[in-house]
């Protein structure tokens, strides 16, 4: 096969590429929205995220565009792009209404989050004594990306591969595996929800908090949503890369004090300016919604931080070679026990607090899938549910960053 990477790409300028990446995007997101029968047969089968990532990679194996020598991901997509989504997709998290809808909702949201840094561990020991080339080399640098997804969302996967140096193609495989694992997960969710009575009552679960919830979602969805105005679409334009201004301006100073006087702190990636970016928006974001910058949510911020989240995910996808995904199948195996220690948290965290099955649905997509597929499944228990999907998946995304570097660090120390 002829080597492509020897060949001049046909689009070099950044800014042609630019628009075709923003052209490839629509034209998923259109089809997506299903205009026809065989579109939305086809979408049932193959989500549009795994589209966004692989057309920009079939762009760049084909030679079309070289995605390694872009200066579109680095600096624009990762140093802007990046951390103004995390902005705007924190700062909307309704923490006193999150805690207003029962302590069994919250302990197995937290056991499903527990199960994913737990199975990250024993999925690696695992393959490390019966297949140990699965985890061979920066393995462990992918799963913690993939740990990013599964405790957050896509942002917070791109943050760990930024912060650990995941190497583009790595990062490909383990994205084919987070969508393929989640998605035939999701399936099964989606197929126990249409039993759900059945199964609360063999497992005799209070259901009673639940009528109670619905009504205090559906209140305030009719409070906060309306139709956002261009003022408001300015402001959350200014919230969001005003604040990754800030967050660049303080993380520069802060990082080289870290690497001239803790000697200790490069192990811990703390004289990464990248990293403080990171922290530093996804903390700004967190501080934002205790004031009223949370009712932006209303006009559409966290759609806003989505569309910049997709963009940045496409232009990842350009620097994917994807006849390196076949080379390891392993690392689905590894992907379905991982998986396995999660759905196995949640059930004992289940039954222990005698909570409904929507708890342990909406426990698990508030990680997996985070704010993204979370109020899908939400909503195949009850349409008025679907809120609640996306203020756990917020949650996720305010606590991906941390506690996924938390599992990177840990599996760097067992790798190492």
């Known amino acids: 096969m002829q080597d492509t990477a020897a060949v001049a790409p046909l689009i070099t300028n950044d800014i042609v590429l630019f628009g075709l990446i923003a052209a490839t995007l629509g034209a998923i997101f259109w089809a997506a929205s299903g205009p026809t029968p065989f579109l939305q047969r086809f979408f049932k089968i193959v989500p549009a995220l795994l589209l966004c990532y692989f057309i920009p990679a079939i762009y760049n194996t084909t030679g079309l565009i070289d995605g390694t020598t872009t200066k579109l991901y680095n600096p624009v997509a990762r140093d802007v792009l990046l951390p103004a989504a995390l902005v705007l997709l924190t700062l909307s998290i309704d923490l006193p209404a ?5 302590w069994r909702l919250l302990a197995v949201f937290c056991a499903g989050t527990f199960g994913i840094m737990l199975g990250a561990i024993l999925s690696f020991l695992l393959f490390s004594w019966i297949h140990p080339e699965t985890v061979a080399g920066d393995t ?9 997804s599964w405790i957050g969302g896509g942002a917070n996967m791109v943050a760990m591969r930024e912060v650990f140096g995941v190497d583009a193609t790595t990062f490909g495989q383990f994205a084919v595996v987070d969508v393929a694992v989640a998605s035939l997960w999701m399936a099964v969710l989606l197929f126990l929800a249409g039993r759900a009575d059945s199964i609360d009552r063999r497992n005799g679960a209070d259901t009673r908090a639940l009528d109670e919830l619905k009504e205090h979602v559906a209140a305030y969805q009719s409070q906060h949503s309306r139709i956002p105005s261009l003022t408001d679409l300015m402001v959350i334009v200014a919230v969001g890369f005003g604040l990754v ?10 990082s080289a004090w870290f690497a001239e006087n803790v000697a200790w702190a490069a192990r ?23 004031t009223r910058a949370r009712q932006l949510e209303g006009a ?8 910049l989240l997709y963009f940045l995910i496409a232009c990842i996808g ?15 195996a590894l992907g379905a026990v991982w998986i396995g220690v999660h759905i196995a948290c949640l059930w004992i965290a289940m039954k222990l607090t005698r909570a409904p099955l929507f708890y342990f649905a909406i426990g698990s997509q508030g990680n997996i899938g985070a704010a993204a597929s979370a109020p899908v499944v939400a909503a195949a228990f009850h349409p008025s549910l679907a809120p609640v999907g996306v203020l756990l998946g917020t949650v996720g995304y305010a606590t991906g960053t941390y506690l996924a570097y938390i599992v990177g660090i840990t599996l760097r120390a067992m790798a190492s």
């Open 98 to 102: 999150i805690l207003r809808l029962g």
């Open 140 to 148: 462990w640098a992918g799963m913690a990306a993939l740990s990013g």
């Open 245 to 254: 201004g800030l967050a660049h301006a303080i993380a520069t100073p802060v």
């Open 268 to 290: 811990f990636s703390l004289t990464s300016t990248f990293v403080w970016v990171v922290v530093l928006s996804t903390t700004f974001g967190l501080i934002l919604s205790f």
């Open 300 to 307: 559409g911020a966290s759609k806003i931080g989505t569309l």
């Open 318 to 332: 350009m620097q994917m070679d994807l006849l390196a995904l076949l080379d390891r199948p392993w690392l689905f």
